[in-house]
């Protein structure tokens, strides 16, 4: 599963449960597609040797991508946040590496797998109910989920809401837009407001703590917050604001039984959380909000490497491919 900022490999069951894992900070605006991939493939080299398999022994290869994916093909499609990736052959690379099928798909479409089978929407009518996915991180998108299977949309940009722009926001985003929810919600644009805070004196809490030596990240703000420090307050719950205010355009177009936020920024505590759910209900229709539950991922952190374990298992068991396997043992 790989991140704006973190790339997480994982060996997986045929129940998607993870056995090992391995990761480590990407950059990708400086670094090739070749540099992250093959650390992508050094680490599941790493997983193999520690687990004591050969190279025979992987069923499948899923990767998740922090794009919009073009699924048939396996590969990123004008990614905003990942320079020199457009039409970037993921799935053929890491074939040449592995002797076995490779699945390339959208970072919250694989989250969204997650925590269908595993996590918070498992229980939904028998997995076939219709459920929204929120990743709210460094980016922000969602995974959209219809009567149990994910809903990509004509290009695979389907979900993309973290450039859907903020009515009257001037804030410039890397897509070249202004007012992007990501750029103004989302972690690096909260954590340069929170350091700028702490810079003019207007967080005493932020600026101790980082006179302290302490890491400017969402739980530091979360502490902040806890604290009673207003800035920090301020901080977690504008944010929360914005994210839930766009998703109650889509709760009123999609009707959604479930929203699940996962991310980093879910560290900035239930605050955060509670904020995102008013807004929602504040400016949905009294019906299409009615019996609607937001509720915070149990999965967090694992949920993309599970839900990509998920993504090759629902490819190599189709119906499809177990027909195409019988018929060649015949």
């Given at each position: 599963?790989?991140?704006?900022?973190?790339?997480?490999?994982?060996?997986?069951?045929?129940?998607?449960?993870?056995?090992?894992?391995?990761?480590g900070?990407?950059?990708?605006?400086?670094?090739?597609?070749?540099?992250?991939?093959?650390?992508?493939?050094?680490?599941?080299?790493?997983?193999?040797?520690?687990?004591?398999?050969?190279?025979?022994?992987?069923?499948?290869?899923?990767i998740?991508?922090?794009?919009?994916?073009?699924?048939?093909?396996?590969?990123?499609?004008?990614?905003?946040?990942?320079?020199?990736?457009?039409?970037?052959?993921?799935?053929?690379y890491?074939?040449?590496?592995?002797?076995?099928?490779?699945?390339?798909?959208?970072?919250v479409?694989?989250?969204?797998?997650?925590?269908?089978?595993?996590?918070?929407?498992a229980?939904?009518?028998?997995?076939?109910?219709?459920?929204?996915?929120?990743?709210?991180?460094?980016?922000i998108?969602?995974?959209?989920?219809?009567?149990?299977?994910?809903?990509?949309?004509?290009?695979?940009?389907?979900?993309?809401?973290?450039?859907?722009?903020?009515?009257?926001?001037?804030?410039?985003?890397?897509?070249?837009?202004?007012?992007?929810?990501?750029a103004?919600?989302?972690?690096?644009?909260?954590?340069?407001?929170?350091?700028?805070?702490a810079?003019?004196?207007r967080?005493?809490?932020?600026?101790?703590?980082?006179?302290?030596?302490?890491?400017?990240?969402?739980?530091?703000?979360?502490?902040?917050?806890a604290?009673?420090?207003?800035?920090?307050?301020?901080?977690?719950?504008?944010?929360?604001?914005?994210?839930?205010?766009?998703?109650?355009?889509?709760?009123?177009?999609?009707?959604?039984?479930?929203?699940?936020?996962s991310?980093?920024?879910?560290?900035?505590?239930?605050?955060?959380?509670?904020?995102?759910?008013?807004?929602?209900?504040?400016?949905?229709?009294?019906?299409?909000?009615?019996?609607?539950?937001?509720?915070?991922?149990?999965?967090?952190?694992?949920?993309g490497?599970?839900?990509?374990?998920?993504?090759?298992?629902?490819?190599?068991?189709?119906?499809r491919?177990?027909?195409?396997?019988?018929?060649?043992?015949?």
């Amino acid at each position: 599963s790989l991140g704006q900022t973190r790339l997480n490999v994982a060996l997986c069951d045929l129940e998607a449960e993870i056995i090992d894992s391995a990761g480590g900070g990407v950059n990708l605006i400086k670094e090739s597609p070749e540099e992250v991939l093959g650390r992508a493939v050094a680490y599941a080299r790493e997983l193999e040797e520690r687990a004591g398999l050969g190279p025979q022994a992987l069923f499948g290869v899923g990767i998740a991508l922090p794009s919009p994916v073009d699924y048939a093909n396996g590969v990123p499609v004008n990614p905003p946040v990942m320079p020199g990736w457009d039409r970037y052959p993921v799935a053929s690379y890491l074939a040449q590496e592995f002797t076995c099928p490779v699945f390339v798909d959208n970072d919250v479409n694989v989250m969204a797998l997650a925590e269908r089978d595993k996590g918070a929407a498992a229980g939904i009518a028998d997995r076939r109910g219709s459920f929204i996915l929120v990743k709210a991180g460094t980016g922000i998108g969602a995974g959209i989920v219809i009567d149990g299977e994910i809903y990509r949309g004509a290009k695979g940009a389907a979900g993309d809401i973290g450039h859907i722009g903020i009515d009257g926001d001037e804030t410039l985003c890397p897509c070249g837009n202004r007012g992007c929810l990501e750029a103004v919600s989302g972690g690096r644009a909260l954590l340069a407001r929170a350091e700028a805070a702490a810079r003019d004196g207007r967080s005493a809490f932020l600026a101790g703590e980082l006179d302290a030596g302490a890491k400017l990240d969402a739980s530091l703000i979360a502490r902040g917050a806890a604290s009673g420090d207003e800035e920090c307050i301020g901080l977690v719950i504008s944010s929360g604001a914005s994210i839930g205010n766009i998703l109650a355009k889509l709760v009123n177009f999609f009707n959604p039984s479930l929203i699940v936020i996962s991310g980093g920024l879910t560290s900035l505590g239930e605050r955060f959380i509670a904020s995102i759910r008013e807004a929602i209900y504040r400016r949905s229709t009294p019906l299409a909000a009615a019996d609607l539950v937001v509720k915070k991922s149990a999965l967090l952190e694992r949920s993309g490497m599970t839900g990509a374990a998920i993504l090759v298992l629902d490819e190599v068991f189709s119906h499809r491919n177990v027909g195409r396997l019988m018929s060649g043992l015949r």
